[in-house]
Structure formats: C-alpha cells, structure tokens
C-alpha cells in the first residue's frame, strides 16, 4: 500500500452553502466543497481503502501471532534440550564419583590383599 496523501487545494477549508429552505427557526443547506484549484487529490476515505488497510494489519498481526507461537515452540525446545543436558551432565558426574569410589575401593582391597599374603 502507498503512503496516505493529504488533500491539497487553493482554499482548502472553503465550502460552498447552497440554501434548501428556510423559516425563522430553521435553515436547511447542502454543502459542496469550493476549494478553488485541486493541486493533490490525496487518498481516499472510503470503505475499499480502509478495507485493504485492515487487510494489511490483520496480516501482519496474523504473521507475528504466528511468529509467536513458532517462537514460544522454539523455547520450550530448548528448555527441554537444556534439562536434558543437565541430566546428563549430573549422570556423568555422579559416574565419575562412583568410578573414583570404585577406583579407591580396589585400590584399598589390593593393599589389603597384598598385606595378608
């Protein structure tokens, strides 16, 4: 969509009252616009133009909500990618400890055993 373009005119703000009827209480006009010489016709008011503007913004919301839930996917991807490492990491040090036990614990036996024969 193009950018939005003001009205321009010689007398812009100028309109022209032609009287309907009348009586002492009451005037009835029609109003037409008396602008002198149009020099930009500018955008249009009405219901195609504002239709394909409310087009354009339910698009765009539609595409960011949709980028949004991706996004939101893509976190809880992670999360659990994260928790799985952590796991993992916490497993592979709780091996390593029990290796080191086990490593002492033979170690310690060997010694004993060497000691009694």
Do not use: C, H
Not at 1 to 9: G, L, P, T, V
Not at 76 to 102: G, P, Q, R, Y
């Amino acid at each position: 969509m193009e950018d939005f373009k003001n009205r321009e005119s010689q007398y812009i703000n100028r309109r022209k009252l032609t009287i309907v009827s009348q009586t002492p209480t009451e005037l009835v006009v029609d109003i037409t616009r008396n602008e002198g010489e149009i020099e930009v016709a500018g955008s249009p008011i009405d219901a195609t133009t504002m239709n394909a503007f409310n087009t354009q913004i339910n698009s765009a919301v539609n595409n960011a909500s949709a980028a949004l839930l991706k996004a939101n996917e893509v976190e809880t991807t992670a999360n659990s990618a994260k928790s799985i490492a952590e796991t993992a990491s916490s497993n592979a040090s709780n091996a390593v400890t029990t290796a080191n036990t086990a490593d002492t614990n033979v170690l310690s036996n060997a010694r004993t055993a060497i000691y009694w024969f």
